[in-house]
């Protein structure tokens, strides 16, 4: 999913993969967020490496039943639906909760962002949720609960940012519903 993403940045808009790589505390990205920024790329990594060593390695958990594997193995493909759309559909997608005054940031409505205000944060939450379940791991779950948490905060803190100071969120948001969660947040 990651060096599909890449890949396409790479080629169609290296722009947003330059604001992309920006490090946390860069620019005008806010001082909440970068914490935890930092926060979300442990978990992101602790989550990676304690996948395979719960159910390849060490099998910390008990045997998932294969319908349980198979609809986690549904889960990563509109997971991945999501982020790409996400991706090709907002160039302004920063990893930084930031106003991109320089590149003339806007609202953007249409496609996935039609659907939920955080298209890129729904497909992860589907990958966070799908991937676990397919290999098996009860510690992945724990990380996922963990995570979204983690990113329901983000979401409240970076929609206070975007209603504030990005013109036209307010309104996107009577129009768009829901923040992560279709019918439910």
Not at 60 to 66: A, C, G, N, Q, Y
Request: glycine fraction near 8%.
């Amino acid at each position: 999913m990651v060096l599909a993403n890449m890949t396409y940045l790479y080629f169609k808009d290296p722009a947003l993969l330059a604001e992309r790589r920006k490090r946390p505390g860069s620019d005008n990205q806010k001082g909440w967020d970068a914490v935890m920024l930092r926060g979300i790329y442990t978990l992101a990594m602790a989550w990676l490496v304690v996948l395979p060593l719960d159910a390849a390695r060490f099998h910390w958990s008990p045997p998932f039943p294969l319908w349980i594997k198979v609809a986690g193995g549904l889960m990563l493909l509109p997971a991945l639906y999501f982020i790409q759309r996400a991706t090709m559909e907002n160039t302004y997608l920063s990893t930084l909760v930031r106003i991109q005054d320089d590149r003339g940031q806007r609202v953007i409505s249409s496609g996935v962002y039609g659907f939920v205000r955080h298209p890129l944060y729904f497909g992860c939450l589907l990958m966070m949720i799908g991937a676990p379940l397919l290999v098996g791991s009860v510690a992945g779950l724990l990380l996922t609960a963990l995570g979204t948490v983690g990113l329901a905060a983000r979401i409240v803190g970076e929609e206070r940012m975007l209603r504030t100071e990005l013109k036209g969120y307010a309104e996107y948001t009577q129009t768009i519903r829901y923040r992560l969660i279709p019918l439910v947040w």
